[in-house]
């Protein structure tokens, strides 16, 4: 019998596509899993190697951690003095090599930049001159910022605050940090919920994209669920890898993929991270870091 006319046209149209009128519709690409690693030393100093490990790990999000502000402004990537007057003075061959995390084949999609860890005044510091000079293009943290995602590219910059929890000050920089081209402001909370909600209520959603959320250490006790319900989104808890003496202490991969899994289920988590890159090479016989992104994928799918 003939077919009329529509239903013909059809039939070829999904020919050429190579699909036939009983297929189903291709089903609509699920974005991977989110997967974030902090580093050192080893992300500036180990040259091409550990770029090259990254970008074949799994990992999507590469943080280096931690740009320390000086009183005076100028930025060390922990020891090392890397911006100083609105210039990059650190390794020459570091930004490119950075750049290279992107270049196909990787799994690296994301850069962030983390000011502040434990005991130390980098947000203080910043405050103070916030204060005193403010945030405009004459400003030393305007010019030493922009030097640094110029040198980095990073996409973001990760609010690592352990001790100075001040909405205003820290607000202003970030404002400031999206105008120098950083897309994002991301938080790495351990306590102090209310100072985060605050912060991110102030900046708003469009600026805060992602919370790292503790879950070792003093962050241990941390519940994925409540942080989400205080701030608003889903956030991505971590772990720390092995590490210490004989690398006994801190997650295998296997412990990992259970606890994401666990918080996958309990507070729908569709991303976490992974402390500290740096032990994942002193013990890497306990746990490579294609070993933990693969964790981290497995526990939130």
């Known amino acids: 019998m003939r077919r009329p006319l529509l239903p013909a046209l059809l039939a070829a149209v999904l020919a ?37 490990t990254l970008r ?13 502000v000086h009183p005076n402004g100028d930025l060390y990537y922990n020891d090392v003095l890397i911006v100083q007057n609105g210039r990059y003075v650190g390794d020459a061959g570091w930004p490119a090599r950075l750049r290279t995390l992107k270049q196909a084949p990787t799994s690296v999609n994301r850069i962030e930049v983390s000011i502040g860890a434990w005991a130390v005044p980098d947000w203080e510091n910043i405050a103070a001159l916030v204060n005193s000079q403010g945030t405009g293009s004459s400003s030393i943290l305007h010019r030493n910022f922009q030097a640094l995602k110029t040198a980095t590219g990073a996409d973001a910059i990760n609010n690592d605050d352990e001790s100075f929890y001040q909405v205003a000050p820290t607000a202003a920089f ?36 992602r919370v790292y959320l503790q879950g070792y ?10 942080w989400n ?30 606890r994401m899994r666990s918080w996958h289920s309990s507070a729908g988590i569709v991303g976490g991270f992974m402390w500290l890159y740096d032990d994942m090479k002193a013990c890497s016989a306990q746990g490579t870091a294609a070993a933990y992104a693969r964790a981290i994928r497995n526990g939130v799918s």
Not at 56 to 68: D, E, P
Not at 182 to 209: C, E, H, I, M, R
Request: charged share 10%; hydrophobic share 40%.
């Open 16 to 52: 050429l596509c190579g699909l036939t009128a009983l297929d189903p519709a291709p089903a609509a690409a699920q974005q991977s899993p989110r997967s974030a690693v902090y580093g050192g030393g080893p992300f500036y100093a180990d040259g091409q190697a550990v770029m090259n």
């Open 56 to 68: 074949a790990s799994g990992f999507t999000t590469v943080i280096l951690w931690s740009i320390h």
């Open 174 to 209: 970030a404002r400031m940090a999206v105008g120098l081209g950083y897309a994002k402001f991301t938080f790495a909370p351990y306590t102090n919920q209310s100072f985060w909600a605050s912060l991110k209520n102030n900046l708003g959603s469009a600026v805060v994209d």
């Open 217 to 226: 250490a003093g962050g241990s006790g941390n519940d994925p669920a409540g």
């Open 229 to 258: 319900q205080a701030l608003g989104l889903k956030v991505d808890p971590g772990l720390w890898s092995r590490h210490g003496s004989g690398c006994s202490a801190g997650d295998s991969p296997a412990t990992v993929e259970s």
